[in-house]
């Protein structure tokens, strides 16, 4: 089984600021790695994935996340942030073989700051 | 495409009542997701299907859940009796393979048991 946490329930960020959003998983086999965002009032949206391959992997609206196997994390970055980036965003996990549902995280609420 | 449609998009029920929460996923995709959004326990996986046949109910929670699939464009989820604590965010979400193409999820279902 996997499971994943985020180590940040709140991340307050003034706008044009970076900001990394932390996730680190737990698996006894390989993974597959995303991260997703939910704006208010609806549901979750792929922002990225990592598959295999290169482990900086680049998604919508400028975000990025690394992969990091001697640390099992997976964190999100933007280098500069704007007010729309306000949400909750979900890391999640799924098996790369086998079952393939996805194990999410406690999420992490962005707020960004004029 | 119109993506993973949901509805009702907004329920309120009495305690007793049956609850029916309904979910066409986008044509083409082979899995299905039925997962529970609460500020409590964060998304719970309740059952999965791959091709109408459900691989993993292990997350319903108890006998009064029951989730099918009757075709390959629509599934029900249904919760008989409702109890308060069933009072949750429903979400389906649809993918064509499972995890390495990741999810489209519907808006969800605001289920509100008094």
């Known amino acids: 089984a996997q499971s994943v946490t985020q180590l940040d329930s709140q991340v307050p960020v003034f706008e044009e600021a970076p900001v990394e959003l932390r996730c680190n998983y737990s698996?006894?086999?390989?993974?597959?790695l995303f991260w997703y965002v939910q704006y208010p009032n609806q549901g979750l949206q792929l922002l990225l994935k990592y598959l295999s391959g290169s482990t900086l992997v680049k998604g919508i609206n400028g975000f990025e996340a690394e992969f990091n196997k001697s640390q099992t994390s997976f964190h999100l970055r933007k280098p500069s942030v704007h007010i729309s980036d306000t949400a909750e965003y979900f890391c999640?996990?799924?098996?790369?073989?086998?079952?393939?549902?996805?194990?999410f995280g406690s999420g992490t609420r962005l707020q960004v700051q004029p | 495409d119109a993506g993973v449609i949901q509805s009702p998009r907004h329920e309120v029920t009495e305690m007793g009542q049956e609850v029916t929460l309904r979910c066409k996923p986008i044509s083409g995709h082979d899995y299905l997701f039925w997962y529970r959004q609460t500020m409590m326990r964060g998304l719970e996986l309740l059952i999965y299907f791959n091709n109408n046949v459900p691989i993993d109910d292990s997350g319903m929670p108890e006998d009064r859940f029951s989730a099918k699939m009757p075709n390959a464009s629509f599934s029900t989820l249904k919760i008989q009796p409702s109890e308060p604590r069933d009072s949750a965010v429903y979400f389906c979400a649809s993918s064509l393979g499972g995890g390495p193409n990741g999810y489209t999820f519907g808006s969800g279902t605001r289920l509100t048991v008094v």
């Open positions: 698996s006894s086999v390989s993974v597959y």
């Open positions: 999640a996990v799924s098996a790369n073989t086998g079952r393939r549902a996805l194990t």
